[in-house]
């Protein structure tokens, strides 16, 4: 059974940086796409970024040039550089992978607070 961990969640202050890591246990095959979702109270889940098996990334315009998203397809793992922290930033980091043939998995996700 694939699983997604995540972990690097917790509390930061405005302007710092934490580091999100998620890595896929009991996978024998390469999520096409791995990447981050967020979800505020009271919002939906929403895109922060994905990278392809190619290199390709999207972002969300909320966090473009601050969040950088990294993967390594031999590991299956993905990870979320996050600098220049907000109080907006608040919400549960969500790990996510897709194949096309297996569909979707998620993270149990991790939370991150920035406050001060």
């Known amino acids: 059974q694939v699983q997604l961990v995540e972990s690097g969640g917790g509390l930061v202050q405005p302007g710092g940086s934490l580091r999100l890591s998620c890595a896929a246990s009991?996978?024998?095959?390469?999520?096409?796409?791995m990447g981050w979702y967020r979800q505020a109270p009271g919002k939906q889940r929403e895109l922060v970024a994905r990278?392809?098996?190619?290199?390709?990334?999207n972002y969300a315009d909320s966090v473009k040039g601050r969040f950088t998203a990294f993967r390594d397809n031999g590991k299956n793992t993905v990870a979320l550089q996050m600098n220049s922290l907000k109080p907006e930033d608040t919400a549960v980091y969500y790990c996510?992978?897709?194949?096309?043939?297996?569909?979707?998995?998620w993270g149990q996700g991790t939370q991150v607070t920035v406050s001060s």
């Open positions: 996510h992978g897709y194949h096309l043939s297996y569909g979707n998995y």
């Open positions: 009991g996978s024998i095959f390469t999520f096409n796409v």
């Open positions: 990278v392809t098996t190619d290199g390709s990334t």
